[in-house]
């Protein structure tokens, strides 16, 4: 075992007697391009190494016993970016479903995807539907990949099917609970993200998960996503856990929800 493979172990375990391990960890995947463009790159080979951070991150998931994560892979606005680098993004896609598909489901991660399939290229849609079929019976963790994913659209979308409830008299509007809420969301059967890590130094959401991240813990790296590595997210964790829980109420907010 090398050094460096020895100080991540140690804080591996550091993370691991630190306290509470977060049950979903959402990340916004930013920093690609730039990552790029300081190597004069094309856009494209940001993403692709982008695709190696991914990797990393589910091994971390594993390794620390996270259930859930949901990464933003590719978002609706970004379906406005030059036709060649969506292209490109559709291709890699395809790519990580072929090459990962069946260590994952070995590994006994169970991938679904969130978002408008209706927009992705047919061979894109075909990935998508062989990796959800391949790893279903995964049940370490559950990797959601937004993919096309706008959460005012998910938001709309879950108020449409709600009305449409109402309107079939199935519900009455003066009953409808958050837990119906949450059941027509993509997310649905997923708990709330516990942290949100964002690379690339910026601060914003950018139209992901607003109903989901409500009490969400925020990490902001500077880290550029090609270059996040366990390490990173290991310290995201640490983090997370030096946070007082209180969600709105004056004490934290103890391990067992009381
Ligand atoms: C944001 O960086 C990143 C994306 C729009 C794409 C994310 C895609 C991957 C990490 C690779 C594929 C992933 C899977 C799951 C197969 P940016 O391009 O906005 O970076 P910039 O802000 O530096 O320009």
């Not at 894109?124 to 995964?138: D, L, P």
């Not at 709600?162 to 509007?173: F, T």
């Not at 009490?215 to 902001?220: G, K």
Request: hydrophobic share 40%; glycine share 8%.
């Amino acid at each position: 075992m090398s050094e460096v493979e020895r100080d991540l172990d140690r804080l591996l375990a550091e993370v691991q007697s630190a306290g509470d391990v977060p049950a979903h960890v959402a990340v916004i995947m930013d920093g690609n391009g730039r990552w790029a463009g300081e190597r004069g790159l094309p856009r494209f080979m940001g993403h692709r190494e982008g695709m190696k951070a991914v990797r990393r991150t589910v091994t971390a998931c594993l390794d620390l016993g996270v259930r859930h994560l949901t990464l933003y892979a590719f978002s609706k606005e970004n379906w406005s970016r030059p036709a060649e680098e969506v292209a490109a993004l559709m291709r890699l896609l395809s790519e990580y479903v072929e090459r990962d598909r069946s260590e994952l489901a070995e590994k006994g991660v169970r991938v679904s995807v969130l978002g408008d399939r209706s927009r992705l290229s047919a061979p894109a849609r075909r990935s998508v539907e062989s990796i959800e079929t391949s790893t279903a019976g995964g049940g370490e963790l559950a990797l959601n990949l937004a993919i096309s994913y706008g959460s005012r659209d998910e938001i709309l979308s879950a108020a449409r099917t709600l009305a449409r409830r109402c309107v079939a008299g199935d519900l009455s509007p003066d009953e409808i609970a958050p837990e119906d809420f949450e059941a027509a969301l993509f997310t649905a059967g997923s708990p709330d993200p516990d942290l949100l890590i964002r690379t690339s130094g910026e601060m914003r959401v950018s139209n992901f998960l607003l109903w989901q991240i409500a009490y969400a813990e925020i990490h902001v790296t500077p880290v550029l996503w090609p270059d996040f590595g366990e390490r990173d997210f290991y310290e995201a964790v640490l983090d997370y856990q030096r946070r007082e829980r209180r969600f709105g109420r004056v004490t934290p907010v103890s391990d067992d929800g009381v």
